[in-house]
């Protein structure tokens, strides 16, 4: 299906101004592309984790490490304003993937912790 047939859906089909349609449609396919990107790289970035997480279970280290957190959140907020996004969204959302990492390596170090890609029931 070429993109001239592809369906529009929701409210780019109610855009009736052709050239406006087109932008969102192309800016919206841009933002899917990126959307996929982020998945893939936080795929990766778990990927790295777990291997950390297996590292600490095997040498009894601690699941949390609060001064490379610290570290790596003001790392991240300068990159963030120098990238001219919101500093607090960006530790908003490292925190977020800092607590999941956190909960992977406890899982780890008590053995309950599933491959990337285990089906789970339910």
Do not use: W
């Amino acid at each position: 299906m070429s993109e001239e047939s592809a369906p529009e859906a929701g409210e780019a089909a109610a855009v009736s101004d052709r050239a406006a349609r087109e932008r969102l449609l192309y800016l919206r396919s841009s933002i899917d592309n990126l959307d996929a990107a982020l998945v893939h790289l936080l795929a990766e970035r778990f990927k790295c984790t777990q291997q950390v997480g297996e590292l600490k279970a095997r040498h009894s280290l601690p699941p949390a490490d609060p001064a490379r957190e610290a570290a790596q959140i003001e790392r991240l907020r300068t990159l963030a304003a120098d990238a001219r996004l919101d500093p607090a969204f960006a530790e908003k959302f490292l925190n977020f993937i800092i607590s999941e990492v956190v909960r992977h390596h406890r899982a780890i170090a008590e053995g309950t912790h599933e491959a990337p890609g285990t089906p789970t029931d339910g």
